[in-house]
């Protein structure tokens, strides 16, 4: 059984910053949070469910979507069972529903690949931080 609980939505003005966080529990064998690889996804109004950026077990290997390339930064501590996203430089078009999500990774005997950029590998997720830019 996992939770994820995010935290850091709100408005903002276009060029500004917001910083997400997401924090894990889980409960049972196995499931401490450095076996899990990490994923952020939104959900804009009218439209799909899309990724943002996800990391592997360490942090060390991260992905981004095109979109937020050079803005956002994920990160995870793996001490604190939490992942970030620092975003900066925001724009209009980055408002939506924020998604932390959880994958099974099986910490450094995992194989993290492009295959984590899509929603299908995430089992557990969060509840959603609304982000708001104004223009």
């Known amino acids: 059984q996992v939770q994820l609980v995010e935290s850091g939505g709100g408005l903002v003005q276009a060029g500004g910053s917001l910083r997400l966080s997401c924090v894990f529990s889980?409960?049972?064998?196995?499931?401490?949070?450095?076996?899990?690889?990490m994923g952020w996804f939104r959900q804009a109004p009218g439209k799909e469910r899309e990724f943002v950026a996800g990391?592997?077990?360490?942090?060390?290997?991260?992905y981004y979507a095109d979109s937020v390339k050079g803005r956002f930064t994920v990160s995870r501590d793996n001490a604190k069972n939490t992942v970030n996203l620092q975003m900066n430089n925001l724009k209009p078009e980055d408002t939506a529903v924020y998604y932390c999500?959880?994958?099974?990774?099986?910490?450094?005997?995992?194989?993290?690949?492009?295959?984590?950029?899509?929603?299908?590998?995430?089992?557990?997720w969060g509840q959603g931080a609304q982000v708001a830019v104004s223009s």
């Open positions: 999500a959880t994958s099974w990774e099986g910490g450094p005997a995992g194989y993290f690949n492009t295959d984590y950029c899509h929603q299908g590998a995430y089992d557990d």
């Open positions: 889980g409960r049972g064998f196995g499931r401490t949070f450095s076996n899990y690889a």
């Open positions: 990391l592997n077990w360490s942090g060390d290997t991260t």
